[in-house]
């Protein structure tokens, strides 16, 4: 196991309709409160953290009309703007919520426009950079979502557009409505049910943002191949599940969160953590072999 300073991977990814970013971003669910519910613990903390995020280069940064709900966006706004050259935000909408950890899809396209609306307003711009579509409703007609979502992106008011945990037929059909930029779908080490939405992503051109993305489960735990892989590099478990990401495919967008500043450090530094040739196979191996175990299960 080596660690150096130069990747053996591509640092930035183009989005399709946006531009270029670093493959590393930053995710701003957890910096509300618990159950992603309400304000954060520390509101100052939170500040600090997007800010400290964008003073290390983060130029993405991802985010949801749900994830307070409000509050996320409104703290982007209050920490950052005027935003940063170059620095992109990206929101979703079709997620209501009902209380903590309660998650319900709405995607009647009055509803969609509305969120875009109000999410315009809250992170106080004129165009969203990435909208994406939280969750397809399936009590309305996919094409209805995905056709409110081509509008809005022909009047101005997103730039760019992509779904959330979605199957590869149905982002083949949003396809045929618009430029489909980024999939957001549940990835790491011991989660490969989007394996196929990740190929599809990267025969199509489409950025990949994986959610949960340093979750490693047992394999992090000491023994485990994670634990043992980032001991003899210097380095932290979720280093190494992000550097596996980003060495996995050159259309992966990771997007750790955090509301600690610490821990933002140390997720931000896997970007320059190397796994050399045989790390990388033992554990994409033994990860994949952790997935098949738990879908047997």
């Known amino acids: 196991m080596t660690q150096n300073t130069q990747n053996s991977h591509p640092t930035a990814i183009d989005i399709k309709d946006l531009g270029t970013v670093k493959r590393l971003g930053f995710g701003a669910m957890r910096i509300t409160g618990e159950g992603i519910w309400g304000e954060p613990a520390d509101r100052p903390a939170a500040l600090a953290t997007l800010r400290r995020a964008v003073e290390l280069g983060v130029d993405f940064i991802d985010t949801a009309d749900s994830y307070g709900p409000d509050v996320s966006e409104q703290l982007i706004a209050e920490a950052l703007h005027p935003y940063a050259s ?48 939280h969750r397809i409703d399936t009590k309305v007609p996919a094409e209805e979502q995905f056709g409110v979502m081509r509008q809005l992106q022909d009047e101005g008011k997103v730039r760019a557009l992509g779904l959330s945990q979605v199957s590869v037929a149905e982002l ?69 599940a992000l550097a596996w990401l980003l060495q996995r495919s050159p259309v992966m967008l990771p997007i750790p969160g955090t509301s600690s500043v610490k821990h933002l450090e140390e997720n931000l530094a896997a970007a320059d953590l190397h796994l050399d040739e045989s790390t990388f196979a033992a554990l994409d191996a033994a990860g994949q072999a952790e997935y098949e175990k738990d879908s047997k299960a």
């Open 172 to 240: 083949e059909t949003a396809a045929t409505h618009f430029t489909v930029a980024s999939v957001q779908n549940r990835y790491n080490l011991t989660d490969r049910s989007s394996a196929d939405v990740l190929e599809y992503a990267e025969a199509n051109g489409i950025a990949f943002i994986p959610w949960a993305p340093i979750s490693a489960g047992a394999l992090a735990a000491p023994g485990g191949i994670v634990h043992e892989a980032a001991e003899a590099l210097g380095a932290t478990a979720s280093q190494v």
């Open 86 to 133: 170059g620095l992109r935000v990206g929101t979703k909408a079709g997620q209501t919520r009902t209380g903590p950890h309660q998650w319900v899809p709405l995607g009647r396209p009055e509803y969609l426009r509305q969120q875009v609306e109000l999410s315009l307003r809250k992170l106080k711009v004129d165009t969203l950079d990435l909208f994406q579509l």
